[in-house]
């Protein structure tokens, strides 16, 4: 047995995901991130919210909440404020996190909560079938968007820059080595991190838009992606249809929520006399 | 010096919260039951207890949800449009078999509709205001000492049974500055279940009618909790003789211990002719105007429901073996009048005094719809 | 006294809420009586009419709105003319007789006409102490609480500094009505 298997529920598989999906890939990562920080299982909890990413945490052999649509960041703040020293992992999709959850997302990050977010981004809403989300691209057909898609998408690096959150990174499937890299360093960081996952739903995304096969889909993650530094050489116009990948916030200057909280609370649980009890 | 305090209603609530144990609260300002969060914010800190004010209701009970799961004992106080919004993750709790503590101080609605007014708004919410079949426990006190006792059993039975428990108040009484005295500190029961071993993933493993036992984190196995339907080991399941087992097991846990559960008081009713069946302030109303109906000489007794959901239905129905006529009155256009109708039998004449106009009904309109009725 | 009903009449912001709570406060904690304070408010917390209905009893009181009420204070116009219902025969109306000019019928009540906001202004030094002015009229015209326990109480809820204007506010209150 591989390290990072000790992180995996084995016992609940198989996934529901569609040969070929990309949450594979990420639900590796994530264990291999944990394996190589050598965490104690009980000392994680796994939340996430509904849709394809939503089943992510059954497979983890770790503490997993399986929530409500769009909410996973709101019961992990709860979980992350009744218990700072546990590692409390969101994994969000785009539509969980952006549309119906977007409040809790800039509101996440603002608090800047010790919650680690993994915002996998596929585009689409791919558990109920295939419709638009916040992160479709401009112009793409979906099942609610039969002559393309009108409605600009997020930029959630820019979005979660602008609300002050102090880990932000964009990863693709395509590089697990990148992707867990930056995984375990969003666990290391004390405060919210968000790290966006460009993933593939050849399924529901790809199929209605010329890429039926997860290599088309993974080869058009290839070509729409590239490093940071290679991004800022391009024009605007060159930028508009391109995501830089790497991390783009880390700052940890800003005290993380709880510790921000405990911290708070001292001088005034001390001057009435409280016995020191958490 | 007497013992009794004056204490706002909604802060007596959040002192019976502190005292049943509450070290989390999750919440979001709404008219008129701001004060409870505003009294955490401040006497939390000092016991060194998690406040936090959150992005909206549905946040809030999500927290709660979450930080019970991390072993605290929640809540999270609101009014009719925040206790709408937080309906899908009350399906949550129950579903996840989550104790959380909701308190909703009612106000008139729909929509934003009335917020500095009372009205009985809610009761029907209260039962089947999130989706899908469900136990729920609501209580209802309407006087300054029941708001205590209630708020502590709310909490207490929320451990018991793993489930969310509302405790429903009255504008007027959440705003109202009261006396009310507040009982010694082990004169009353806190239900807590200790710590505890989890060696196995079966955590919903029981069997049907036995109280489930605490499900948290931490407690050196990890676990899985879902808020889809899900088998013994909280893994999702649609299996229908799975689904068929988890629903019994949900609804026996409350249904199996109505003797612990349903709370009354009961007024005059020994020799009654005509019951006046109410909750909250229109008990309040009810009860001082069977008082003048008895001065009178009319023999009217009054049926006060602390515990609302479940429905008291086999003490109510005992008495209608006796008394064959039973006035419900509330304030709304008409919610648990349909529970009264649908237990009382066909030889029991039934009456309502119904109004939502934001107006508490006065003793005197209770005290005539009483003598209208047993004219 | 068995059951005596007090309802405060104003606009947010002119104290009444206030008024009611010290009442409360005194008549449960300084005299072991019963009592209850209901506001009924808007969501202007200031300029809204507002009444705050005071009920001090020997026994639990059951209802706790006013239905039969001793003694009605008044400091504006529109509370007078939505909330004088309820009053009994006989009983004792206090109003401000620079912003109250309509009185409507007044024969059954007792009505007592004075300048409680301006004397206030004036003789206490700060509008805000028309919380305590309207508390003073209430002791003095109805003898609910004490005038002892009320000082008493004043004393000990006045922040530092501002008790020799809560005496004062107390003072214009005694002396409005001769």
Known sequence: ?278 | MSQRKVLQGNIIVAKAALAAGCDFFAGYPITPSSEIAQYMSKEMPKMERAFIQMEDEIASLGACIGASLAGKKTMTATSGPGFSLMQEHVGMAVMAEVPVVIVNVMRGGPSTGMPTKPAQADMMQARWGTHGDHPIIAVYPAFSEEIFSETVRAFNMAEKYWNPVILLLDEVLGKAHMDVEIPEPGSYEVYWEKTHQIVDLNIYDRKIGENPPRIDFFHGYPIHIDGLEHDAHGWPSFDAKTVDKMQKLRMQKIYQNLDDIIKYKEYFLDDAEVIVFSFGISARSALAAVKTAREQGIKAGLFQALTIWPFPRAALQEKFQKIKKVLTVEMNMGQMKYEVERIAPGDVEKQTLLRANGMPFSPDEVLNAIKEFVK | MKHFEIRYGAVGGQGIITAGALLVDIAVEREGKFAIESPTYTAAVRGGPTKVDVLIADEQIVFPHATAIDFFLCTDQRPYDIYRDSLKDDAIVIVDSHLVRELGDTRHWKVYPVPIINETKVGAGNVVLTSVVSLAITQKMTDVISYENMVEHIKHWAPKGTIEMNMKAIEVGMNLIK
């Open chain 1, 1 to 278: 047995m591989r390290d990072y298997e000790k992180y995996i529920r084995y016992r609940t598989f198989p996934t529901p995901w569609c040969p070929g999906c990309g949450d594979g890939v990420i639900l590796k990562s994530i264990a291999m991130a944990f394996a190589e920080l050598k965490l104690d299982p009980d000392e994680i909890v796994v939340v996430a919210g509904i849709g394809c990413s939503g089943r992510m945490p059954t497979f983890f052999n770790t503490n997993t909440l399986h929530t409500t649509h769009g909410r996973a960041l709101t019961f992990a703040t709860g979980i992350k404020l009744a218990k700072p020293e546990k590692l409390v992992v969101v994994i969000s999709g785009d539509g969980d996190a952006t549309a119906i959850g977007g409040n809790h997302l800039i509101h996440a990050a603002r608090r800047n909560i010790g919650v680690k977010m993994i915002l996998i981004n596929n585009g689409i809403y791919g558990m109920t079938g295939g419709q638009v989300s916040p992160l479709t691209p401009p112009k793409f057909f979906t099942e609610t968007t039969p002559y393309g898609n009108i409605e600009p998408h997020f930029n959630v690096r820019k979005l979660l820059t602008a609300a002050e959150a102090t880990f932000v990174a964009r990863e693709t499937i395509n590089r697990l080595a990148q992707l867990k890299q930056v995984i375990k360093k969003s666990f290391q960081h004390k405060g919210f991190s968000v790290v966006e996952v460009m993933s593939n739903c050849h399924v529901n995304l790809g199929r209605r838009n010329k890429m039926k096969s997860p290599l088309v889909m993974t080869k058009y993650i290839r070509d729409i992606t590239m490093n940071m530094a290679d991004f800022e050489k391009l024009s605007p116009e060159e930028q508009a249809p391109k995501y830089p990948l790497g991390i783009f916030e880390q700052n940890s200057a800003r005290l993380e929520y709880t510790d921000l909280y405990y911290n708070h609370i001292v001088p005034v649980a001390q001057q009435a006399g409280a016995k020191g009890e958490k």
